[in-house]
């Protein structure tokens, strides 16, 4: 059973930055797909971007493609979300998922493990 613990989250100013983690337990080996998903107050949850953990590979939805960036670092086992030029809309709970297997799509249903979530917020 894998567990995700996501941190990071916070407060910040419009154009400001955070970064999240996600620390998996126990050490994940092998092809898993990494992904961040994000849901805001009275919306779907979304996916904001993918990573395979073999090779490297990301994803980006649209709406953060630029100012996102997904990561990882094997040594820690933590996978990471740098967040620049944030903006209000961005405000929302911010989830870590994962899937033992190929990266196909930043839909919530194909992924089997999720974290409980870290909120960020944006202020104008």
């Known amino acids: 059973q894998v567990q995700l613990v996501e941190s990071g989250g916070g407060s910040v100013q419009a154009g400001g930055s955070l970064r999240l983690s996600c620390r998996s337990s126990?050490?994940?080996?092998?092809?898993?797909?990494m992904a961040w998903f994000r849901q805001a107050p009275g919306k779907e949850r979304e996916g904001v971007a993918t990573?395979?953990?073999?090779?490297?590979?990301?994803y980006y939805a649209d709406s953060v493609k630029g100012r996102f960036t997904i990561s990882q670092d094997n040594a820690k086992n933590t996978v990471y979300l740098q967040m620049n030029s944030l903006k209000p809309e961005d405000t929302a709970m911010y989830y870590c998922?994962?899937?033992?297997?190929?990266?196909?799509?930043?839909?919530?249903?194909?992924?089997?493990?999720w974290g409980q979530g870290t909120q960020v917020t944006v202020s104008a």
């Open positions: 990573l395979f953990t073999i090779g490297g590979s990301t």
């Open positions: 126990p050490y994940i080996y092998g092809y898993y797909c």
């Open positions: 998922a994962a899937r033992g297997d190929y990266c196909r799509s930043l839909e919530q249903g194909d992924y089997n493990y």
